[in-house]
């Protein structure tokens, strides 16, 4: 495998950052993850955009211009020979002795691009059974909008989720209504057939497969409520289900360990999973 570091690819073992990488010591970075299929980049323009406002957002420079970053997405696909899988890339602040204002102007950031192959065929045997979800309480920051690789709440959920035999944890906040998963989106079909999910604004990050979904479902004639559910109200559902590039649309059919609906994947979902590619770019 092979990576690409701060102007270099690289054999994948041998990949290094410096240990005063400001993204190491403090966080200070963000990142993406977009789908790779048939060998495309799929949404790049809107995952691109989304760098652009978290860079923005932090006062992080870009790295480089969009073609050239476009660019090496691309190559570090065709050097993995990827054709489905995610690739994924990574923006810190950059490298300076350990300080916590920002370092002197002209500091370069540094970017990391890695791209890795999946198995489609398991990941619908995933899909097919559908996956369960727990609840956390909300402890992140306010600005979750911001796709910063300060990740620790949600490695936290997320590996107290699969200690319980869950894929994911459901942040919940104070209200007791559910913001997004650790590494999704969430959703739920009520049983008249709408689709509920929150609106995007600073309490969760706005997904791209979450927005190609709404697009999706506008196509499909699907109505579509962009509001704040509760975790009550999603044991209610008829179904549920969680996106993000990395799983798309997949089916939850178990909340806490209770059955969402009738405890299987339900045909909206599977509909929209099954749709994606048609309308994602
Ligand atoms: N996660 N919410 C959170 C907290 C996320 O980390 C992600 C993506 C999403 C879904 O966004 P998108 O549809 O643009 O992938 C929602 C990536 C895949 C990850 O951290 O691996």
Same mark, same amino acid.
């Given at each position: 495998?092979?990576?690409?570091?701060?102007?270099?690819?690289?054999?994948?073992?041998?990949?290094?950052?410096?240990?005063?990488?400001?993204?190491?010591?403090?966080?200070?970075?963000?990142?993406?993850?977009?789908?790779?299929?048939?060998?495309?980049?799929?949404?790049?323009?809107?995952?691109?955009?989304?760098?652009?406002?978290?860079?923005?957002?932090?006062?992080?420079?870009?790295?480089?211009?969009? !073609?050239?970053? &476009?660019?090496?997405?691309?190559?570090?696909? @065709?050097?993995? =020979? #990827?054709?489905?899988?995610? +690739?994924? %890339?990574?923006?810190?602040?950059?490298?300076?002795?350990?300080?916590?204002?920002?370092?002197?102007?002209?500091?370069?950031?540094?970017?990391?691009?890695?791209?890795?192959?999946?198995?489609?065929?398991?990941?619908?045997?995933?899909?097919? !059974?559908?996956? &369960?979800?727990?609840?956390?309480?909300?402890? @992140?920051?306010? =600005? #979750?909008?911001?796709?910063? +690789?300060? %990740?620790?709440?949600?490695?936290?959920?997320?590996?107290?989720?699969?200690?319980?035999?869950?894929?994911?944890?459901?942040?919940?906040?104070?209200?007791?209504?559910?913001?997004?998963?650790?590494?999704?989106?969430?959703?739920?079909?009520?049983?008249?057939?709408?689709?509920?999910?929150?609106?995007?604004?600073?309490?969760?990050?706005?997904?791209?497969?979450?927005?190609?979904?709404?697009?999706?479902?506008?196509?499909?004639?699907?109505?579509?409520?962009?509001?704040?559910?509760?975790?009550?109200?999603?044991?209610?559902?008829?179904?549920?289900?969680?996106?993000?590039?990395?799983?798309?649309?997949?089916?939850?059919?178990?909340?806490?360990?209770?059955?969402?609906?009738?405890?299987?994947?339900?045909?909206?979902?599977?509909?929209?999973?099954?749709?994606?590619?048609?309308?994602?770019?």
């Amino acid at each position: 495998r092979i990576a690409y570091v701060n102007g270099r690819y690289v054999p994948h073992a041998q990949a290094c950052v410096h240990i005063e990488d400001r993204g190491y010591q403090f966080a200070d970075g963000v990142y993406e993850v977009c789908e790779v299929w048939s060998g495309k980049i799929v949404d790049e323009r809107r995952h691109l955009d989304r760098l652009d406002r978290s860079l923005g957002e932090l006062s992080i420079a870009s790295p480089m211009s969009r !073609a050239a970053l &476009g660019f090496v997405l691309r190559e570090v696909i @065709r050097r993995n =020979r #990827v054709r489905d899988g995610l +690739v994924y %890339l990574q923006v810190t602040r950059g490298v300076a002795k350990r300080d916590h204002y920002f370092p002197a102007d002209g500091t370069p950031p540094a970017l990391v691009v890695t791209a890795r192959a999946a198995d489609p065929r398991a990941a619908e045997k995933v899909a097919d !059974a559908g996956v &369960g979800v727990i609840t956390v309480p909300e402890n @992140r920051w306010d =600005r #979750v909008d911001i796709k910063t +690789v300060g %990740l620790l709440p949600n490695v936290l959920a997320k590996q107290k989720a699969r200690e319980r035999g869950a894929r994911e944890a459901w942040f919940v906040d104070g209200d007791g209504m559910v913001t997004e998963g650790g590494s999704t989106n969430a959703w739920i079909v009520t049983k008249d057939g709408k689709l509920v999910t929150r609106p995007a604004d600073h309490g969760i990050l706005r997904g791209i497969t979450r927005q190609v979904v709404l697009d999706l479902a506008a196509r499909e004639g699907l109505s579509v409520e962009e509001r704040a559910f509760s975790v009550a109200e999603a044991l209610e559902a008829k179904e549920a289900f969680i996106t993000a590039a990395s799983s798309l649309v997949m089916p939850v059919v178990r909340i806490d360990g209770r059955a969402v609906g009738n405890g299987h994947p339900g045909s909206i979902a599977r509909n929209l999973r099954e749709k994606f590619h048609e309308i994602s770019e």
